[in-house]
């Protein structure tokens, strides 16, 4: 063999391992990629020839999906983690820019070479803000979102160093123009939009200050300040009469409450949009829809439309009509479109923004797969819209390992703590107030935080994407069963054999009762008018319709939506349940990465607890002092002795944790849910919600014994945030919590009999069961507040 023919022999054997290596890394991690992408990926890579790649790559299907791609990717971060040198980690980079221009279509297979070039041309330094600009605009064409976010927020960085107000102004407005264009979200488009004013004024630029009046303009005429939308429309008359005509009649119309006088402003600005000259199709063609839709005419849809908006369309065309073939292509369309702007979005801040503004287009896909009768696409679907931040952060505490350790504390929101000290001790509507505001300041400040560990990070480019049906069933045992709750009202049973729709909830009703049910289970002094018929009605539409297709010694996972996440649906109907393990999982695709995640389990289980920091709830020493006495192996920190970072430091390492402190939950702020692990109350030392994902868990069992530590909200349309799914996310493979606030001494009581059964051995679902049946049949504690609150999450 020759020197030459030697090196590309080792080059095919490094790319084979690497491939091999990334590709069991994914299944490990519950992300299960067929054999023959794989296979069809490593004969890409082994080739020399540039053109011949991309014949390949376009010829072959499994070669244009989404995990063809991601496992290039995988592939980049495994060498970089592995130690391998800056040029492999590169080669395997810069294949996933081939496949993706390849699936997107964007290349010219002329310019393509032939042979490979000798090197790689010399970087010539950090580019130029123009450079930025167009470096951002190429990501947004291919749907990397985040990653354009970053190059434009670069560009306006590199423009203000350089003084060129003018590409600022651009990069100003490339990041106002970037999805989603949601409520949550317009506070950040209008200053995108004024930092472009701003920047195109000192420019002298009168076209730029134009264009970015009128992005200003469609924001405020869609928010509550008037004053502001004057003085916009005021300064975009004064540098364009016709534009500023159009506007202010076009705003005026928006903002009228008056049906005809929508209707008449609607004609006006479809009539005269010549006024805006080079854009006048397109804002003619957006006023007509409105107008169809006001006059309750068919709508025109046009692939320059929001899909936002073409689903809310193609949804009163389902309403009206059933499910069409035309319906059909264009809702699967748009679930591909919204998907291409997903699996680039690494960030749970993005995720979420993404879930709030496509929640119609999701539910949409799953109406039109229900009525063609495809009850695994429509779950498939279903699974989609839901929980892929939690998705996104299974993988979060990867980004903070490569970082300095103290990166952790700094980034700790010390101040957000003395705040809710404060509010603990002193719950007052002032204190609550001041609290809220805070957790908006610390939201967009921990969203910086992401994105800038993303930025700097460099990779992995994709996300993880969400487990199909088919993939999930492969993982089930036999007596698994798994029951979806789709936000539809659908209701589905997944087995190992098959996928099926079993029932229909109505969502609105449900909510109803789980409202008055909950009042009525956690009160114990005061009966709740209608509280029983409430629970009655939940356990014969919601829970006694799983007896006949979940038989006695089953393991039952649900997958709750909307108001369900919030009433234990075990502790409801336990007749109906008898015999069965059952718990909760946020989504299908972290059930499926708790069952195909290895576990390293030990002969001997190591116990840790800790709670009682402050010396407040007197019976939960000894609670944590018997659960202790019932493992060969215990750690414990009591009271004083706690300290955030001691605590966490040995949560690491538990196989069981039990954490008995104060918990608090806020409606508004699902996300900076506490639990108050050290220190007094009024000084305490805070484990906070988003926290967790900076950290990887080991333990098989994870008890919290704090108030509202489980309740959980579904925020950000289909995404639910709560402790269970961020300790399930975190590595521990079942979580036992309340959904209300518990009494100290009925806790302690029911984790005697929980550890107890526990050691019997049992399964945590079976000791629960247990424990909750011996406080049920003691007369002082019957009330199911005092037992019926806890509730088992994760892979029964």
């Not at 503004?357 to 039109?368: E, F, G, K, M, P």
């Not at 069963?481 to 229909?504: E, K, N, P, T």
Request: aromatic fraction near 8%.
């Amino acid at each position: 063999m020759t020197a030459d023919e030697d090196g590309l022999a080792a080059a095919r054997v490094v790319v084979v391992d690497v491939i091999t290596a990334a590709w069991h890394q994914l299944a490990r991690r519950g992300e299960f990629i067929p054999e023959e992408v794989r296979d069809a990926v490593i004969a890409v890579l082994v080739q020399r020839s540039p053109r011949t790649k991309i014949r390949m790559i376009a010829a072959r299907p499994e070669l244009l999906s989404h995990e063809a791609e991601r496992l290039v990717d995988s592939a980049a971060v495994f060498s970089r983690d592995a130690g391998a040198d800056a040029r492999t980690t590169h080669y395997f980079a810069g294949h996933l820019g081939m496949f993706t221009a390849v699936r997107l279509g964007d290349y010219d297979l002329d310019l393509i070479p032939e042979h490979p070039r000798a090197h790689l041309p010399e970087d010539d330094g950090p580019p130029d803000a123009a450079r930025w600009v167009a470096t951002a605009r190429g990501l947004k064409a291919e749907g990397r979102t985040e990653e354009a976010r970053n190059a434009f927020t670069k560009a306006v960085r590199q423009a203000r160093v350089e003084g060129n107000p003018g590409v600022e102004g651009e990069a100003e407005l490339g990041l106002f123009a970037l999805p989603p264009n949601i409520a949550g979200a317009r506070g950040r488009k209008l200053e995108h939009a004024e930092q472009a004013v701003q920047a195109y004024r000192r420019a002298a630029d009168v076209e730029g200050e134009c264009h970015a009046l009128v992005a200003m303009v469609t924001v405020l005429t869609h928010t509550s300040e008037p004053l502001r939308l004057d003085v916009a429309l005021k300064r975009l008359a004064l540098l364009d009469a016709d534009s500023g005509r159009w506007w202010r009649e076009y705003s005026t119309t928006m903002r009228s409450d008056d049906l005809d006088r929508t209707i008449s402003g609607l004609r006006w600005c479809v009539e005269h949009a010549g006024l805006l000259g080079f854009h006048a199709d397109f804002y003619r063609d957006m006023c007509a829809g409105k107008l169809a839709f006001y006059e309750e005419r068919r709508v025109p849809v046009h692939d320059r439309d929001t899909p936002a908006f073409r689903a809310a369309v193609t949804m009163v065309d389902l309403a009206r009509n059933g499910p069409t073939h035309e319906t059909t292509e264009l809702i699967d369309r748009l679930v591909r479109e919204v998907e291409d702007l997903r699996r680039y979005a690494r960030s749970q801040a993005v995720q979420r923004e993404l879930s709030l503004a496509h929640q119609l287009v999701y539910d949409a896909a799953v109406r039109s797969a229900l009525a063609s009768g495809g009850p695994e696409r429509a779950v498939d679907l279903n699974e989609l819209a839901s929980s892929r931040a939690l998705l996104v952060q299974t993988d979060a505490h990867r980004w903070w390992e490569r970082w300095h350790p103290g990166l952790l504390e700094e980034t700790r929101p010390v101040r957000l703590a003395e705040l809710l000290g404060r509010f603990a001790v002193q719950p007052t509507e002032r204190t609550r107030r001041l609290l809220l505001q805070a957790f908006k300041h610390e939201r967009s400040a921990q969203d910086d935080t992401e994105r800038w560990l993303l930025s700097a990070e460099g990779s992995p480019t994709t996300t993880p994407p969400p487990v199909p049906v088919r993939t999930l069933r492969t993982l089930l045992a036999d007596d698994h069963r798994v029951v979806v709750y789709a936000s539809s009202g659908a209701v589905f049973l997944i087995s190992r054999d098959d996928c099926r729709l079993i029932g229909q909830v109505d969502h609105e009703r449900v909510q109803d009762h789980v409202d008055t049910a909950l009042s009525h289970l956690s009160a114990p002094e005061a009966a709740t008018p209608g509280g029983a018929a409430s629970v009655a009605y939940l356990v014969d539409h919601v829970v006694r319709p799983l007896r006949k297709h979940v038989r006695e010694g089953a393991r039952l996972v649900v997958v709750p939506s909307e108001a369900l996440w919030r009433i234990p649906l075990a502790a409801l109907a336990p007749v109906e349940l008898r015999g069965r393990d059952v718990s909760c999982v946020p989504s299908l695709s972290l059930l499926a990465r708790l069952l195909g995640a290895a576990h390293l389990d030990r002969r001997v289980e190591r116990f840790v607890g800790f709670g009682d920091p402050d010396g407040s709830l007197r019976h939960a020493r000894d609670e944590i002092r018997h659960a202790a006495g019932t493992f060969a192996d215990s750690f414990t920190l009591l009271g004083e002795d706690l300290g955030y970072h001691r605590a966490m430091a040995n949560l690491a390492d538990a196989d069981v944790a039990h954490i008995a402190c104060h918990g608090l939950f806020f409606p508004e702020y699902p996300d900076f849910s506490a639990l108050l692990l050290a220190g007094p109350a009024h000084d305490p030392e805070v484990l906070w919600y988003g926290e967790l994902a900076r950290y990887r868990l080991r333990a098989r069992l994870v008890v919290l014994a704090a108030c509202h530590a489980g309740t959980g909200s579904v925020a950000f349309g289909s995404e639910y945030v709560g402790f269970p799914g961020a300790f399930l996310t975190a590595g521990a493979r079942q979580v036992l919590a309340p959904l209300w606030a518990v009494s100290d001494l009925s806790t302690a009581l029911l984790m005697r009999y929980f550890y107890s059964a526990l050691a019997t051995p049992a399964s945590p679902a079976a000791a629960l069961r247990e424990a909750q049946r011996r406080m049920a049949a003691n007369p002082a504690t019957a009330h199911p507040y005092h037992w019926a609150g806890f509730q088992l999450f994760g892979a029964a």
